[in-house]
């Protein structure tokens, strides 16, 4: 027998002070410890750029004020970018979750906010974003990128309108966390080098991957709906069965990827450390494949948020110990 997918809980399990209630019900809405997913890789990546040298050998100059700021800069972006991504992603699928009986019950089809209030939120992350780049001055790069990552992030929101490659575009989405964060913290390199990059293309190559794959998992839970809705996704395109193969092919790239971006970059000193930390990735993605099947996405949900956290969390650990020590 399959199980449903449980429909999304708008309020958090606990009673909310009226005080508290309207920043719940706002962190609720972007789902915030979702932030968890891409957070790590940018931190790992700030790691990189200070222990990592130029690709001459030399170090990397940055006197520990500038790293400071840098860093502070690095998550205020992270959090204001993805809360207005996630902002706006509510405000212009609304009509599409109120037809939608498992996410009928987020917070704009339930009336608990309203759609002012939705743009507002987006409208004042927006600034805040635009407002923490100015945190990496005088590297100016992010302050120049800032208005075109946004720009991508919030337009995965209306990928599923024409593109099956929605999920990819998602994945890219996440996949900007290390580069931006290896610019924010080495602009100057980069400008003179741009090839100073290349490593983190490789690792958001594999975000990517990873990202791709676990929202075309997620997204099975939805195939009946965007077939009847018209949108387009890969399991309401293809189905489930196949859906979930296509899945397993992203996350094995995936972990193709990881395992030779130590040998194409060997000035990344990644050793046995890293090494564990794959085996560690390989498992968790092995079982999240195991938890999930066509007849049963009951545990979708698991498989989505408590693995992918571990992933995400448990390789960028590893990665950054292996590299500062």
């Avoid at 979750?97 to 009336?111: C, F, Q, S």
């Avoid at 964060?181 to 991957?209: C, H, K, N, Q, Y």
């Avoid at 018209?230 to 972990?255: D, K, N, Q, T």
């Amino acid at each position: 027998m399959t199980a449903s997918p449980a429909p999304e809980r708008s309020t958090p399990p606990w009673r909310a002070t009226a005080a508290l209630r309207g920043a719940v019900d706002f962190l609720h809405l972007i789902r915030f410890s979702h932030t968890i997913f891409a957070l790590p890789f940018a931190l790992l990546a700030c790691v990189m750029a200070l222990r990592v040298p130029r690709l001459d050998g030399t170090p990397v100059p940055m006197d520990a004020g500038t790293v400071a700021w840098r860093t502070v800069g690095v998550v205020l972006c992270m959090v204001f970018a993805r809360s207005a991504a996630m902002a706006f992603n509510r405000w212009v699928d609304a009509d599409i979750d109120a037809r939608n009986e498992r996410t009928a019950g987020r917070h704009l089809p339930a009336g608990l906010l309203s759609k002012r209030q939705v743009i507002g939120f987006f409208l004042a992350c927006s600034a805040a974003f635009g407002a923490s780049t100015l945190l990496f001055l005088p590297n100016w790069l992010p302050a120049a990128l800032a208005p075109a990552v946004l720009a991508w992030l919030c337009g995965y929101s209306l990928a599923k309108r024409f593109t099956v490659t929605a999920h990819l575009w998602l994945g890219v989405a996440l996949a900007l966390a290390p580069v931006a964060s290896w610019i924010a913290m080495r602009g100057e390199i980069v400008l003179d080098t741009p090839r100073d990059l290349l490593p983190t293309f490789v690792l958001a190559a594999a975000i990517a991957l990873w990202v791709a794959g676990f929202d075309i998992i997620y997204a099975c839970q939805d195939a009946d709906f965007d077939r009847r809705e018209g949108l387009y996704s890969v399991p309401g395109r293809w189905g489930v069965p196949r859906a979930l193969r296509i899945a397993r092919w992203l996350h094995l790239a995936m972990l193709g990827v990881l395992a030779v971006w130590p040998f194409c970059f060997p000035h990344l000193g990644l050793g046995w450390i890293y090494a564990v930390g794959w085996v560690v990735v390989a498992v968790l993605v092995v079982r999240q494949h195991r938890l999930v099947r066509p007849d049963d996405l009951g545990r979708v949900g698991f498989a989505f948020f408590h693995l992918n956290a571990l992933i995400s969390l448990g390789f960028c650990s590893m990665a950054a110990i292996d590299c500062w020590f």
